[in-house]
């Protein structure tokens, strides 16, 4: 089955931790992404990467790092400098414009990591 | 700056009736626009997209909508069913290398349809 998977589905972090939230896929997409969710709030996006070894800043990237050495893979690390992590991540691919020239493609979604701060 | 809004964050129909959920955008730039619907503790599933060269899109019980001029964009699900309650995120994009794939999401409209 083709999917995006997150690890692990609930995270506790101990303030001034960084954590780091893993998120796989297997569906060939180049195009990676990841987003914050909070309560009654849409999601916002911290970073994405249109290819391997290449990633750009989202709206909100402060006190958040990540990489992409893999196609596969896409780590997101929580950094002590972020003053409010605890929210609800998630992780999404698509097929990238750079793969068929057509901006217009959906982003499939993983089922999310819940990071909550002891 | 909200440049996405569902300015009603919660509906209610029944079961067999229309459902119809409303998304606002301030961005004339935007040219594609989504539909998703989330349940609880999971992840986005994607329902229905449309091109700002279309006005209307059609995928089995679920009709988006798209009034450029009004810069409005509607989610219209007919029959309603139960298995259709979820919260339900329109987002939107502009076309460019610079912005290909970042999404602009609402806040998102909880719907709730009783048996």
């Known amino acids: 089955d083709g999917g995006i998977t997150q690890s692990p589905k609930y995270l506790f972090r101990k303030e001034g931790q960084n954590v780091t939230l893993s998120c796989e896929q297997n569906?060939?997409?180049?195009?990676m992404y990841w987003y914050r969710q909070d309560p009654g709030q849409g999601l916002r996006l911290i970073y994405y990467?249109?290819?391997?070894?290449?990633?750009q800043k989202g709206d909100i990237a402060e006190g958040y790092s990540v990489s992409r050495e893999k196609k596969e893979s896409f780590p997101l690390t929580v950094t002590s400098a972020q003053k409010n992590p605890t929210a609800f991540y998630l992780c999404?691919?698509?097929?990238?414009?750079?793969?068929?020239?057509?901006?217009?493609?959906?982003?499939?979604f993983g089922d999310g990591t819940r990071l909550s701060i002891l | 700056d909200q440049q996405v809004k569902q300015n009603s964050p919660s509906l209610s129909v029944q079961e067999g009736r229309i459902s119809i959920l409303n998304c606002d955008y301030t961005?004339?730039?935007?040219?594609?626009f989504l539909w998703y619907k989330k349940y609880p503790a999971e992840g986005p599933t994607f329902l229905i997209s449309?091109?700002?060269?279309?006005d209307k899109n059609e995928d089995g019980r679920f009709t988006v909508f798209l009034n450029k001029s009004a810069k409005h964009l509607s989610l219209h699900i007919v029959p309603s069913q139960p298995g259709d309650s979820a919260v339900y995120f329109c987002?939107?994009?502009?076309?460019?290398?610079?912005?290909?794939?970042?999404?602009?999401f609402g806040q998102g409209t909880t719907l709730q349809v009783k048996p």
């Open positions: 999404a691919s698509s097929i990238a414009y750079l793969q068929t020239g057509d901006s217009n493609q959906p982003q499939h």
């Open positions: 449309i091109s700002s060269i279309k």
């Open positions: 990467s249109q290819i391997v070894n290449d990633f």
């Open positions: 987002a939107a994009a502009r076309e460019g290398s610079s912005n290909t794939g970042k999404l602009i």
């Open positions: 569906l060939n997409h180049d195009a």
């Open positions: 961005n004339s730039m935007f040219d594609y």
